[in-house]
């Protein structure tokens, strides 16, 4: 079987839409670590901060504002992690992310000024993930991105304020949808496994206990592999315009 990622035969531009810190690494972040190491540009747009990702090991003073300026400094030395050339944050309100149309232009306007040729992002309708409810704002981030890359962002009928300011229609060539039950497409990261769990380390506030959170991610290897010979994938449903 041929692998997807060999199949560019260019280096590509690619944009991570997503809504919190740690959905990158979480998501795709293996997959993000092969991308980085064979040469494509990468760059993150999270659109909240992250602010109300409070949990059992959160200290008792933590306060959503210091919360919010510490997973900035997370996200970034994850992301430094990964290869990624970039970090932005758009800092809607955590937990909050709604679909509407003004996301959607601030989504239209990055797809235009950035011109990536690949935009990942994740299922809005994963709804019951492997871990329970999947959390709200990554069906809004998902739904929000793929409404933005079509048709709105190839297309100059769509937020003709856009246009007039100077963005010219961009559609990607790809889109990758992490974090789905509907793949069509699966990378071997086997080897990138490694970095994605130092990367995913740096989310300290997120994580909880360290050597728990290690056991689960290195125990999270195909069923057709072992704890001692591991294989590990990471599965997307890939859609192109060409
Ligand atoms: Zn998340």
């Known amino acids: 079987m041929t692998d997807p990622i060999d199949l560019w035969e260019t280096q590509q531009k690619i944009l991570v839409i997503l809504a919190h810190p740690d ?3 979480f998501f795709c972040g293996a997959t993000l670590a092969r991308w980085a190491r064979a ?5 993150y747009y999270l659109l909240t901060c992250g602010d109300k990702g ?3 090991s959160t200290a008792a003073d933590m306060t959503p504002e210091a919360l919010c300026a510490l997973r900035h400094v997370e996200q970034r030395e994850a992301a430094s992690v990964i290869g990624a050339k970039a970090v932005h944050f758009l800092d809607r309100e955590d937990g909050y992310l709604v679909p509407d149309l003004d996301l959607r232009r601030e989504v239209v306007r990055l797809i235009r000024s950035q011109k990536p040729t690949v935009v990942v992002t994740c299922d809005p309708q994963n709804l019951f993930a492997t871990y329970g ?3 709200p704002d990554h ?3 998902g739904q929000v991105v793929l409404d933005a890359v079509f048709p709105a962002a190839g297309n100059k009928a769509y937020f003709p304020e856009l246009l007039a300011a ?5 559609t990607p060539k790809e889109v ?4 789905t039950q509907q793949p069509n497409t699966t990378v071997d990261v086997t080897e990138t496994w490694p970095i ?3 990367a995913l380390l740096h989310h300290q506030s997120q994580i909880g206990d360290v050597e728990k959170f290690k056991a689960r991610m290195i125990s999270s290897h195909t069923e057709d592999s072992t704890d001692e010979n591991p294989r590990y994938e990471e599965k997307f449903r890939v859609v192109k315009y060409t």
């Open 39 to 43: 040469g494509h540009e990468i760059s």
């Open 54 to 56: 409070f949990n059992d």
């Open 23 to 25: 959905d990158p690494e």
């Open 176 to 179: 990758w949808v992490s974090l």
């Open 133 to 135: 409810i999947n959390h």
């Open 166 to 170: 100077g963005f010219e229609p961009h």
């Open 196 to 198: 994605k769990l130092e």
């Open 139 to 141: 069906r809004a981030a």
